[in-house]
RNA sequence: GGCGGCAUAGCCAAGUGGCUAAGGCAGUGGUCUGCAAAACCAUUAUUCCCCAGUUCGACUCUGGGUGCCGCCUCCA
């Protein structure tokens, strides 16, 4: 079995080749840091987050870089609004990234190369596509010529001809060809400058990242990723720069994902409609986010609502629900007595870990992934349910074996780690700090209600109940006694 | 205007040229209970936006239409 991933470049789904045998070489866009991240970034590291950590349980080892923008137009603005140094701004909010993703519990990618660290390999690059006569300066800025590059647009569906006439393209008389795009600015007083042969100045957007892969990765690499607000211009734009310079192919397999919408619009600053991740987490626990996220494919668009991620909280519940139930199971079985499990049941046990394998090669499909995992808690659940008070050995050894195999593949999404019980303990606490009611008061009740009980007051009886059940506190009325828990 | 994507049950969301169209949430019935709750079981799309075509057979392929979204300016 291979991995087969959709390929923006193509536009179809392509078994998985490899440059290195069982290497693959990944460079993800990263932010322009100049505010604090939103749900759509959220998505977008989560995503390659999964990808990697997919791709490297299937045995791939995985040099994966994403870079940060950290030299650029809205950095020098907002640095100039608040009275700080773009220096000051990018450091603030790279810090403000790397919580966010320590939150998110997003893996650390094994390389985040800055732009403004890299200006020497910038400036290089710029030569070289001077001197190959597919960059121009003027003024102290250089453009590049994108009518020298023959596969301009080929990534995006487009050609020059179409461009221009959408026309939408401001005019500078500096350029050749309107479609042509920066690669060194000029810069004016008081901006961050850096010296070049065409005078002090800075980088312009894209040529950053076709520096840093070529530096990390080399030439050639396996995997570039991003969304896929980012195919036109900068994925272009990238090519552009990447193979005028090296003559030879960029990148082998282009990754984009779709965008966070909300109200079907797609959630971004200038429309305003966007949660920052910090907001977010402060409703939602992490885990909730990555369920809400993986239960779409990476590439369709992600409405958020609330009642979605309520869904996806409720979902989570069931799942660790179902963990806890596997570690109140007896340690001791029946070594004698017969095997309680039905042929089908057993199977989805067994099939487990092929199935997401088979929905996660098929292009990262974490959806239909989740959906195993579900189908197979169902039929734990009906099994512990089901159990004979003596239960068999075998069935409690195929049960605990189901457990560490969810387990193991949750972690794949960044799911299901943390321990269960105290998962629900601490749900239930937080819950119940929340209400106006001590243990003590609930245990009261209860007394109360049981005596209302034996008297056969029904009526006094349910009345406690539900006065109880609307603060959310459920009972339970076993043999042994009457429990309480809180509804979560 | 150019290019691209999407349309599947109340909601979210997978999927396939032909076995029962995953899964989650919500709902309904049942087991349990004095009644409940929880849990579990069962059940909820004869049908996949509309029309035409290809085919023995299409929700899946082709063409047309409608609606929604995205990119073409900064954007994950």
Redesign the pocket.
């Given at each position: 079995m291979t991995i087969s991933i959709y390929n923006t470049k193509t536009?179809k789904k392509e078994p998985l080749s490899t440059i290195k045998e069982k290497h693959i070489n990944l460079y993800v866009?990263?932010?322009?840091v100049y505010?604090y991240?939103?749900?759509?970034?959220?998505?977008?590291?989560l995503v390659f987050d999964m990808i990697v950590r997919y791709l490297r349980y299937r045995g791939n080892t995985v040099t994966f870089i994403r870079n940060f923008?950290d030299i650029?137009?809205?950095i020098i603005k907002r640095a100039a609004e608040q009275g700080t140094t773009t220096e000051e701004l990018s450091n603030r909010f790279i810090e403000a990234f790397h919580e966010d993703m320590a939150s998110l519990g997003n893996l650390k990618p094994d390389l985040e190369p800055k732009a403004t660290e890299h200006i020497p390999e910038i400036v290089d690059l710029i030569q070289t596509l001077i001197d190959r006569g597919l960059a121009y300066e003027q003024d102290g800025d250089v453009y590049y010529r994108v009518e020298r590059f023959a596969n301009y647009g080929a990534l995006?569906?487009?050609?020059l001809a179409?461009?221009m006439?959408?026309?939408?393209?401001?005019v500078s008389d500096k350029k050749e060809n309107?479609?042509d795009?920066v690669l060194w600015k000029s810069s004016k007083p008081g901006e961050p400058t850096w010296d070049s042969p065409w005078g002090a100045g800075r980088p312009g957007?894209?040529i950053e990242c076709s520096a840093m892969s070529k530096k990390y990765l080399g030439d050639t690499f396996d995997i570039h990723?991003?969304?896929?607000?980012?195919?036109?211009?900068?994925h272009e734009n990238e090519i552009a720069q990447s193979e005028g310079a090296s003559g030879k192919p960029f990148v082998n397999t282009w990754i984009?994902?779709?965008?966070?919408?909300i109200k079907?619009?797609?959630?971004?600053?200038?429309?305003g409609n966007?949660l920052t991740i910090r907001e977010l987490l402060e409703q939602y626990p992490a885990e909730v986010l990555r369920l809400?996220v993986f239960?779409?494919?990476?590439?369709?668009?992600?409405?958020f609502?609330d009642?979605?991620m309520?869904?996806?909280e409720?979902?989570l519940?069931?799942l660790y629900?179902?963990l806890a139930?596997l570690t109140r199971l007896p340690r001791q079985g029946d070594a004698d007595a017969a095997d309680t499990v039905g042929k089908k049941d057993r199977q989805k046990l067994e099939k487990l870990e092929e199935r997401f394998c088979k929905?996660m090669d098929?292009?990262f499909?974490s959806?239909?992934?989740?959906?195993?995992?579900?189908?197979t808690?169902?039929?734990v659940?009906?099994i512990?349910?089901?159990l004979p008070p003596t239960p068999s050995q075998q069935t409690l050894d195929r049960l605990r074996q189901a457990g560490a195999t969810l387990k193991q593949l949750g972690d794949l999404l960044g799911i299901l780690q943390q321990d269960p019980v105290a998962y629900l303990t601490a749900k239930q606490e937080k819950i119940l700090s929340a209400i106006d009611l001590s243990p003590q008061q609930i245990e009261a009740l209860i007394a109360e209600?049981n005596k209302?009980?034996d008297e056969?007051d029904?009526?006094r009886?349910?009345e406690i109940?539900?006065r109880l059940?609307s603060r959310n506190i459920?009972?339970?009325?076993?043999a042994g006694g009457?429990t309480w828990?809180v509804?979560i």
């Open positions: 536009g866009c990263g932010i322009t505010d991240c939103h749900l759509g970034h959220a998505r977008s590291t923008t650029d137009d809205k995006s569906g487009r050609n179409d461009m006439a959408g026309a939408r393209i401001a309107p479609m795009f957007w894209h990723g991003g969304g896929k607000d980012l195919i036109f211009p900068h984009h994902h779709g965008f966070v919408t079907d619009e797609k959630m971004s600053k200038s429309l966007f809400f239960s779409a494919h990476y590439r369709t668009p992600l409405d609502t009642q979605a309520q869904d996806a409720t979902g519940d069931r629900g179902c139930t929905a098929n292009d499909n959806a239909q992934a989740l959906g195993h995992i579900f189908d808690v169902k039929a659940n009906k512990a349910q089901h209600r209302a009980r056969k029904w009526t009886a349910d109940r539900d059940l459920e009972i339970k009325d076993a009457t828990q509804k």
